[in-house]
């Protein structure tokens, strides 16, 4: 377990107001009411938010504007040895809507309860990552501290409109090849256990529309050959494979949900009047498929439910990523290594995942280098993208002492061969 201090006041559960709270506690309340929400993220707000911790830090930030409004900002602690690889702290700074009225607070108030949980969408998902990272990097500064690699903490906006445009730009970005990365944390997800879930993969995110065309009539005929009737195949098509997917995961004790591929229909189009036979529906679906399925033969199998449901029926992607890339958990790994035995000298125990979503590791690991999806959020219940989504207090600080000790860890590994 890790110990219950919390920095120079100990933490505590104070009153809504935040007064005589730990004072990293209240900059996460104060993250937390900025509306980086979508449909229109109060970037500017964001922004502000981080000149300001960049001087209090005494770090110098960069802005890169990857797109008109869109800001990458990177604050950076150069190291002893700028030659080696660096390490990346990554985050982002927007967040998903919210339903108002299906939560018990204010959405964007950072309520917190006489038991200590904050209320804020960005809570879990991952504004409280990004402040964890400050602060551990304020303690290890102020503690005198120096590392010989170079560390890195990016805010990239945009991750949660689907095609995480922020860092899917800024990857490719000269900038970005100047950060000399070697290693990157990324967030992760709660868990309501003892135990910390760490990623060391994704599933690839494909949305696909497939497109039926069909003859057009009157609705009081038995017209031929119609669209909906293509539709239907092609819907019990991918959502008879969802059920097989499904029993597999629900009959083995083995499987997580990033290791099977999961089919969810999320559209259906077509029609324009109730007497009208459409001439063409579509239906559209999500597919998180798992890096062991090949993806090659996935996309053959689609072709064939498509051949299968009548002629000229066509498919289309919106999204489809092709790069299926893991990152070592061998103890052989140096990196890998330093962020175990962290962990280990911290009595946490670890559960190895591959992510069931999707986030912007997967641009980090496409580029070949070794990325961990890790947020210190156990004994919480998972509420990203939900109503009424926390974290506790004492979470939240214990998980600045983790990030201390992990930082310190990765920072410190030793120069390895390719950088000698």
């Given at each position: 377990?890790?110990?219950?201090?919390?920095?120079?006041?100990?933490?505590?559960?104070?009153?809504?107001?935040?007064?005589?709270?730990?004072?990293?506690?209240?900059?996460?309340?104060?993250?937390?009411?900025?509306?980086?929400?979508?449909?229109?993220?109060?970037?500017?707000?964001?922004?502000?938010?981080l000149d300001r911790i960049s001087v209090?830090?005494?770090?110098?930030?960069?802005?890169?504007?990857?797109?008109?409004?869109?800001?990458?900002?990177?604050?950076?602690?150069?190291?002893?040895?700028?030659?080696?690889?660096?390490?990346?702290?990554?985050?982002?700074?927007?967040?998903?809507?919210?339903?108002?009225?299906?939560?018990?607070?204010?959405?964007?108030?950072?309520?917190?309860?006489?038991?200590?949980?904050?209320?804020?969408?960005?809570?879990?998902?991952?504004?409280?990552?990004?402040?964890?990272?400050?602060?551990?990097?304020?303690?290890?500064?102020?503690?005198?501290?120096?590392?010989?690699?170079?560390?890195?903490?990016?805010?990239?906006?945009?991750?949660?409109?689907?095609?995480?445009?922020?860092?899917?730009?800024?990857?490719?970005?000269?900038?970005?090849?100047?950060?000399?990365?070697?290693?990157?944390?990324?967030?992760?997800?709660?868990?309501?256990?003892?135990?910390?879930?760490?990623?060391?993969?994704?599933?690839?995110?494909?949305?696909?529309?497939?497109?039926?065309?069909?003859?057009?009539?009157?609705g009081s005929r038995f017209v031929e050959?119609?669209?909906?009737?293509?539709?239907?195949?092609?819907?019990?098509?991918?959502?008879?494979?969802?059920?097989?997917?499904?029993?597999?995961?629900?009959?083995?004790?083995c499987f997580t949900l990033g290791d099977?591929?999961?089919?969810?229909?999320?559209?259906?189009?077509?029609?324009?009047?109730?007497?009208?036979?459409?001439?063409?529906?579509?239906?559209?679906?999500?597919?998180?498929?798992?890096?062991?399925?090949?993806?090659?033969?996935?996309?053959?199998?689609?072709?064939?439910?498509?051949?299968?449901?009548?002629?000229?029926?066509?498919?289309?992607?919106?999204?489809?990523?092709?790069?299926?890339?893991?990152?070592?958990?061998?103890?052989?790994?140096?990196?890998?290594?330093?962020?175990?035995?962290?962990?280990?000298?911290?009595?946490?125990?670890?559960?190895?995942?591959?992510?069931?979503?999707?986030?912007?590791?997967?641009?980090?690991?496409?580029?070949?280098?070794?990325?961990?999806?890790?947020?210190?959020?156990?004994?919480?219940?998972?509420?990203?993208?939900?109503?009424?989504?926390?974290?506790?207090?004492?979470?939240?600080?214990?998980?600045?002492?983790?990030?201390?000790?992990?930082?310190?860890?990765?920072?410190?590994?030793?120069?390895?061969?390719?950088?000698?």
């Amino acid at each position: 377990m890790l110990p219950d201090q919390d920095g120079p006041s100990g933490g505590g559960t104070q009153d809504s107001t935040g007064a005589g709270e730990d004072p990293s506690v209240s900059l996460f309340r104060e993250y937390l009411r900025l509306k980086t929400v979508h449909p229109e993220p109060d970037y500017d707000a964001a922004l502000m938010f981080l000149d300001r911790i960049s001087v209090e830090l005494g770090l110098p930030m960069k802005k890169v504007e990857v797109c008109p409004g869109r800001v990458v900002a990177i604050m950076s602690w150069a190291g002893t040895n700028p030659a080696l690889k660096s390490i990346l702290l990554n985050s982002h700074t927007d967040v998903v809507p919210v339903y108002e009225e299906c939560w018990k607070h204010d959405p964007f108030a950072a309520v917190k309860d006489a038991d200590g949980n904050i209320y804020g969408r960005g809570s879990q998902d991952m504004k409280c990552v990004a402040i964890q990272y400050i602060e551990a990097i304020r303690r290890l500064k102020a503690a005198g501290k120096t590392f010989a690699r170079t560390i890195h903490i990016m805010f990239v906006p945009d991750e949660e409109v689907g095609g995480h445009k922020g860092m899917e730009t800024f990857i490719n970005h000269p900038e970005f090849q100047k950060l000399n990365v070697g290693f990157a944390l990324d967030e992760g997800l709660a868990n309501p256990t003892e135990t910390f879930t760490v990623f060391y993969g994704e599933r690839n995110p494909w949305w696909v529309t497939i497109r039926c065309p069909g003859s057009p009539g009157h609705g009081s005929r038995f017209v031929e050959n119609t669209a909906a009737e293509k539709l239907r195949r092609v819907i019990n098509s991918f959502l008879d494979f969802r059920e097989r997917e499904k029993q597999r995961f629900d009959m083995s004790e083995c499987f997580t949900l990033g290791d099977v591929t999961t089919v969810n229909m999320t559209m259906v189009k077509g029609g324009m009047a109730y007497n009208v036979v459409p001439a063409e529906m579509d239906v559209s679906f999500d597919l998180r498929i798992p890096p062991t399925v090949n993806l090659q033969e996935f996309e053959e199998q689609i072709k064939a439910w498509c051949r299968e449901a009548g002629e000229d029926v066509t498919y289309n992607f919106a999204q489809k990523f092709m790069h299926q890339k893991t990152t070592s958990t061998e103890d052989s790994d140096p990196w890998w290594r330093a962020f175990s035995s962290a962990c280990k000298a911290m009595s946490m125990t670890l559960k190895k995942e591959i992510f069931p979503a999707a986030t912007d590791s997967r641009f980090i690991r496409a580029m070949g280098l070794p990325a961990i999806g890790f947020s210190p959020m156990n004994h919480t219940p998972i509420l990203l993208h939900d109503h009424n989504e926390f974290l506790n207090e004492q979470v939240f600080l214990r998980g600045i002492q983790v990030y201390e000790r992990l930082v310190s860890a990765l920072a410190s590994v030793p120069a390895l061969t390719n950088e000698a």
